[in-house]
Structure formats: structure tokens, C-alpha cells
């Protein structure tokens, strides 16, 4: 059983291009979770996603981030003009459902690096 | 107030020792479950062991045990018989039950290098 894959391992842009990161989630798990890791620093949530719903985006920045999940596909984290601020680690993470014991498996996570 | 605290940046054991990494949290929520993860050099998360706050024992899961002292609001993480493959970067998370159940709020992480 395949684990959480995210692709790519590293992705390198330059200052206002935008950035794609792709997360699919364990077989059989629908719920998918965004963090961000800075350098030096635990993960930090961004947003909560089921199929074709954002449930919880209270973690993500107001502008440039958006996130989905299609019915059919991977989840995208889509960042807009990116920054050298947004140069970061992105770990997605899914479960299978929200039991309050239910531990969230995650991905490689994907290096943003921006020029 | 920071939700998890882990006040070790970095700590040093020899190998076959135990180590304990510390977390505290913070939380108003009375349902509650804490979670540890270990992050090895390669940059993956790998889920270590659970702990429920309503859980009467101690979790263990192999050489993994959580010393979980609820009224000190602590659940650190104790590692026995310490080999090389634990060095890596080890966090603490909780996820509420009530409140922002969504989320996993992670604490900033204590390295631990294991000496041969």
C-alpha cells in the first residue's frame, strides 16, 4: 500500500512564477492536510481538504495560496507570484478519516526553493 | 501562548542509553490526543506513538514509551536502548478535540544525535 507521494521532491522557481505542488493521499484516505516547514521550525498547518471541499483554510496566507482536491486526482497547492518567503519545505499529510486518535501519515514533502 | 513547547533544540545520547525529549502543551480542551513524529535527515515524517488524553496508561509502541503526566500538561517522549538510526529530528503535535480539530499544531523540534 503506496504511502502518501508528493512530487516533486524539489522545485525551484524564480521571484512572481508560480508553483504547483501535488500530494496524493494514502489509498483509501479522503482527508488531506497542508503544512509548512521553515527552516529550523516544526510544521505549521495551512489548510484541511476532503474531496472537492476546503474545510479549514485558516492556515493559509490571503493572497497566492490556494489549494484543491478534485474529485479525480491529486491535491494542488498552487502559490502565485512566488517570494523568497515562501522558499520553504510543504508536507501534505492524509488520514483516513478525523478520529481524534487517528495519526496523519505524511508525505516527503516537497523543497521550494525560489531564486 | 505557544500550543507545544519542546525546550531541547538538540540533545546528545550514547548509543544503547535511554534519552527522554520533553513537550509540554497547552490546551483548554479536556479531549485531546498528542502525537510524536520523527524527521530523519531525508526530510520525511514518520509517525511514532499516541497518546489519548483520556488514556489511563502510558503509550508504548516498541522502544518508543510516552511518559504522559496530565496534571503537568507534559507527554515526553522516551527512547530506550538508543541506536545510531535514531539520530533525527523529533516533534511534538496535538490535535484537539473540541476546538480547531483539523489541525495538528507541531512543536519546534529537538534534534537528537546518537554518539557509537
Known amino acids: 500500500n503506496a504511502g502518501v507521494m508528493q512530487n516533486p521532491r524539489h522545485l525551484v522557481r524564480r521571484r512572481g512564477q508560480e508553483a504547483r505542488l501535488r500530494c496524493s493521499p494514502m489509498k483509501g484516505h479522503s482527508h488531506v492536510y497542508w503544512y509548512r516547514q521553515l527552516p529550523e521550525e516544526g510544521l505549521k498547518f495551512m489548510v484541511y481538504?476532503?474531496?472537492?471541499?476546503?474545510?479549514?483554510e485558516s492556515g493559509m496566507p490571503k493572497e497566492r495560496f490556494s489549494a484543491e482536491f478534485p474529485k479525480e486526482g491529486p491535491s494542488i497547492l498552487r502559490i502565485q507570484q512566488v517570494v523568497r518567503g515562501d522558499s520553504a519545505a510543504y508536507f501534505c499529510?492524509?488520514?483516513?478519516?478525523?478520529?481524534?486518535?487517528?495519526?496523519?501519515?505524511f508525505g516527503d514533502g516537497t523543497r521550494l526553493s525560489i531564486l | 501562548a505557544q500550543k507545544i513547547t519542546q525546550t531541547q533544540p538538540g540533545m546528545f545520547v550514547q548509543e544503547k542509553e535511554a534519552v527522554t525529549l520533553d513537550c509540554t502543551y497547552d490546551t483548554s480542551d479536556p479531549s485531546y490526543g498528542l502525537f510524536w513524529y520523527k524527521q530523519p535527515s531525508s526530510g520525511e515524517m514518520i509517525f511514532l506513538i499516541y497518546?489519548?488524553?483520556?488514556?489511563?496508561q502510558n503509550a508504548t509502541e516498541g522502544r518508543y514509551s510516552l511518559n504522559f503526566q496530565k496534571a503537568r500538561k507534559s507527554a515526553n517522549l522516551v527512547i530506550s536502548a538508543s541506536q545510531l538510526g535514531d539520530s533525527a529530528m523529533y516533534f511534538c503535535a496535538m490535535r484537539e478535540g473540541s476546538y480547531n480539530f483539523n489541525k495538528f499544531y507541531f512543536g519546534s523540534g529537538t534534534k537528537l544525535n546518537v554518539k557509537p
Open positions: 499529510a492524509s488520514s483516513p478519516d478525523r478520529g481524534l486518535n487517528q495519526p496523519q501519515h
Open positions: 481538504l476532503q474531496k472537492e471541499n476546503i474545510i479549514d
Open positions: 497518546q489519548g488524553s483520556y488514556d489511563q
